[in-house]
């Protein structure tokens, strides 16, 4: 058994070596709320990964906030159950002027496998206009990422058709 | 009739495991074996309440009554486990439970366009006119965990007091979509019930199908399985570790886990696989891919010196989740609480006993009976291990003969696999080749039924911490 100084040394190496490098861009720092809107959760879960330090979503210009307040852009997973969408309503009323919407995987998207039902309205695509869509079921942490960077600089997203053509389409 | 020990009033056997009753048989049965055996599981139809219980020797008991102008006797009053099924039952089919423990709405919150969606005759709701659940202190999109769970609570001398939650906010209508499709046709859907079970969900259905239709399964491809059950228990154990370390300020530790678990997405997508393993297990052909054995390897060589890492590092954070949503030992079994949670809390029952070709020889029995936060990130480090040693089990003797029981076809099936989250159980009824009837049994149900009580004593910054700890995924209940 190691001694804990020399355990903590040893991690703490480790996870400077596996540090990932940021994807450097112009411009200001973007700050992200995320919503979950009724899904299988593995969207929300790959954010989760995303936010960890095995991704470097903050040294690439971005910051997770807490509030919708303080966010410019609104991440939303899940195909917006009836239930989510008067709480998804209050988060992007709550965004300060230059807000953004932002789909983050296929039910966020057009509901993926869950449409229009009793209790699911089939993702924003249906309710909104939005800035970006980021395709996948789940996109992988890496893939959000690069779609971030991509919409951020104003370009079309490489990941997939939707981002293509649903990048830069809504700024409120 | 007699099952294990416990004698079953007169009624007609419709599957292997299930039994019709009278509505007589069924009170009197609830009431004399309250003690014999536990209840995993309750649902209800427009036709048949059902019950589903393990008795000694962890065999499976459905026993069903019909529901007769809508009504049933509640199952609640004598195993408070069936709460949150008479509840949905009610929401989504429009039946009552007779003296239930608890009759109010689970799932319709006032959102939904119908009422009693699932029954014959669903009723057109006007929007705007549904019946709202009370509004949570803590909104569902906001807890520490990923999925939809509202928490309300009272603040007393700065801590929680009658703590509730809701799950209704996370309602798709998976069943609704299900009922009537082929078994392939519903495959994606399964697939992608729960987060917390990828793996665990589509292959209880799978195991339930096979049981139907009596199918028996090539011996790799039951071995491919089982390959696959470990990895994502892997997975799984590495992201609530994760986020247990990062509610409690561990922030090394947590950074330690979420590298092991990208490193190990990574290996997934190298050998062919999805990162998550989504859509790996198929219900025809193979599941995983054909090399799994260089896979397996891979994954003991990559993930093993980072578990070690992880254990060694771990044991300077424990005094952080001692105390921590402790769940107690007798809870665990009287809600029948499986997993992590229950395995942590002196509940030591593993449904991978039940799996045809399990190789008992890796399995430890690692247990513990603390029931907080810091006894289950151990044994879910204890369970990763154990997952390393059952998959280098597994590649030795792969495709190894194993004891198979012939069934007759009958229709009608009842699948468990054994996920990092508990176990998942599916009740099939198939009637010309579709899913007449689809039942599903995850883990949090019978938790959702104590969730309150264990949170109840903390103060309100402590919940993010206790929530993760217990590696809550509301979607494969919520469905």
């Known amino acids: 058994m190691q001694s804990a100084p020399l355990t903590m040394m040893l991690a703490f190496l480790d996870v400077q070596k596996w540090r990932p490098r940021p994807v450097r861009r112009q411009g200001r720092r973007i700050r992200l709320f995320t919503l979950e809107a009724g899904s299988c959760e593995g969207c929300a879960m790959e954010l989760v990964s995303l936010g960890s330090s095995a991704y470097p979503l903050e040294g690439s210009g971005f910051q997770r906030v807490q509030h919708p307040e303080d966010a410019d852009w609104l991440l939303v997973t899940g ?32 509901g993926g496998l869950w449409k229009n039902t009793y209790a699911t309205l089939g993702g924003l695509h249906a309710l909104s206009r939005v800035y970006g869509s ?14 971030l960077v991509e919409l ?21 | 009739m007699t099952e294990g020990s416990v004698v079953l009033p007169e009624g007609e056997r419709v599957g292997l495991f299930h039994y019709r009753v009278t509505a007589e048989g069924w009170l009197h049965l609830l009431q004399q074996n309250v003690r014999l055996m536990s209840l995993l599981g309750f649902w209800a139809d427009e036709e048949w309440a059902t019950a589903l219980f393990l008795l000694q020797g962890e065999q499976p008991l459905l026993l069903s009554t019909a529901v007769v102008q809508g009504r049933y006797q509640a199952a609640s009053q004598y195993f408070p486990a069936a709460q949150w099924g008479e509840r949905m039952a009610r929401d989504l089919w429009g039946v009552e439970a007779w003296s239930a423990l608890d009759d109010s709405p689970a799932l319709d919150d006032g959102s939904w366009s119908l009422a009693a969606p699932l029954s ?13 659940l ?6 569902p999109f906001r807890t520490a965990i990923p999925g939809l769970l509202g928490v309300d609570y009272v603040l007393a001398d700065g801590v929680m007091q009658q703590v509730e939650v809701q799950i209704a906010a996370g309602h798709r209508g998976v069943l609704s979509r299900l009922v009537g499709l082929t078994p392939q046709e519903a495959m994606p859907l399964v697939a992608r019930i729960s987060a917390g079970g990828f793996v665990a969900h589509p292959l209880a259905f799978v195991r339930a199908l096979e049981q139907a239709e009596n199918r028996q399964i090539d011996l790799r491809e039951r071995d491919r399985r089982l390959i696959l059950l470990e990895v994502e228990r892997l997975g799984l154990h590495l992201f609530d570790l994760a986020q247990t370390a990062h509610q409690a300020g561990a922030g090394l530790m947590a950074s330690l886990c979420d590298h092991a678990r990208e490193h190990l997405a990574g290996l997934c997508t ?15 052909g193979s599941s995983g891919v054909d090399a799994m054995i260089p ?39 009287d809600y029948a609480l499986g997993g992590v949670i229950g395995r942590a809390s002196g509940r030591y029952l593993d449904m991978r006993y039940m799996d045809e070709g399990v190789r008992t020889r890796a399995m430890g029995g690692a247990g513990r009976h603390e029931g907080d936060a810091w006894a289950r990130s151990r044994q879910r480090l204890a369970e990763s291990q154990e997952a390393l040693k059952i998959m280098e089990c597994i590649v030795a003797d792969y495709g190894a003969e194993s004891e198979r029981q012939a069934m007759p076809r009958t229709d009608e099936g009842l699948g468990v696999a054994e996920g990092a989250r508990g176990d998942v ?8 080749g579709r899913l007449a009837s689809v039942q599903i049994r995850d883990p949090l149900v019978p938790l959702l039924a104590v969730l309150g009580s264990v949170l109840e004593g903390h103060e309100p910054e402590q919940l993010g911490l206790a929530l993760v700890s217990l590696g809550l995924s509301p979607a494969g209940v919520a469905l």
């Open chain 1, 79 to 110: 195909s917006v159950t009836r239930s989510c969408a008067g709480d998804l309503a209050s988060a992007w009323e709550a965004m300060p002027a230059g807000r953004s919407l932002v789909a983050v995987g296929d039910c966020a998207h057009d």
């Open chain 1, 134 to 147: 980021i395709p996948g079921c789940p996109p992988s942490p890496a893939s959000i990422l690069q779609a």
């Open chain 1, 152 to 172: 951020a600089e104003g370009g079309s997203s490489p990941t997939g058709s939707h981002a293509s053509s649903a990048s830069r389409r809504s700024r409120q």
């Open chain 2, 120 to 132: 014959a005759r669903p009723l057109p709701v006007s929007e705007g006119t549904g019946q709202p």
């Open chain 2, 134 to 139: 009370p509004r949570c202190r803590i909104a």
């Open chain 2, 270 to 284: 190298a050998h062919g696989l999805s990162r998550r393993l989504t859509d790996s297990i198929r219900l025809e």
């Open chain 2, 295 to 333: 896979f397996v390897q891979a994954v003991v060589q990559g993930v093993a010196p980072r578990l070690e890492q992880i254990r060694q590092l771990a044991r300077l954070s424990d005094g952080r989740l001692k105390t921590i949503a402790t769940v107690p030992t007798e809870l665990a079994w």
């Open chain 2, 425 to 432: 159980w599916y009740h099939v009824v198939l009637k010309e």
